[in-house]
């Protein structure tokens, strides 16, 4: 059975940075893109991506609201994705969810609809 989990949520002060891990267990990560998405508190049915990394990581890509502050990598050795979040507004403050998928286009990459697998999500909160 495919797990995901994400790590490294938390508190912090609006400035500061965090780190997030995601795992994978049960699923060859090697073929599968692997994607950041946030939930923010009061829209549970919508998902915003915030960054993707291709199966190979030489491809990423980030939403514009968290270009320059973030930045997605990934070691498929360790089955393991990161997003190094740096210089956090409280506009960041949301569930994060690490997801696998094959999205089929670089256009609907940011998708949730692209991503098969999915994390129970970690929550991180920005204050001012």
């Known amino acids: 059975q495919v797990r995901m989990a994400e790590s490294g949520g938390g508190g912090v002060q609006a400035g500061g940075s965090l780190t997030l891990s995601c795992t994978a267990s049960a699923l060859d990560l090697d073929h599968y893109a692997l994607g950041w998405f946030r939930q923010f508190p009061g829209k549970e049915r919508e998902r915003e991506g915030v960054s993707c990394i291709s199966a190979t990581g030489q491809i990423t890509y980030y939403a514009d609201s968290v270009k320059g502050r973030f930045t997605i990598s990934r070691d498929n050795a360790k089955k393991m994705l990161y997003l190094q979040m740096d210089d956090l507004k409280p506009e960041d403050t949301a569930m994060y969810y690490c997801?696998?998928?094959?999205?089929?286009?670089?256009?609907?990459?940011?998708?949730?609809?692209?991503?098969?697998?999915w994390g129970p999500g970690t929550q991180v909160t920005v204050s001012s």
């Open positions: 997801a696998a998928g094959d999205p089929a286009s670089r256009v609907s990459a940011l998708r949730p609809y692209e991503y098969n697998y």
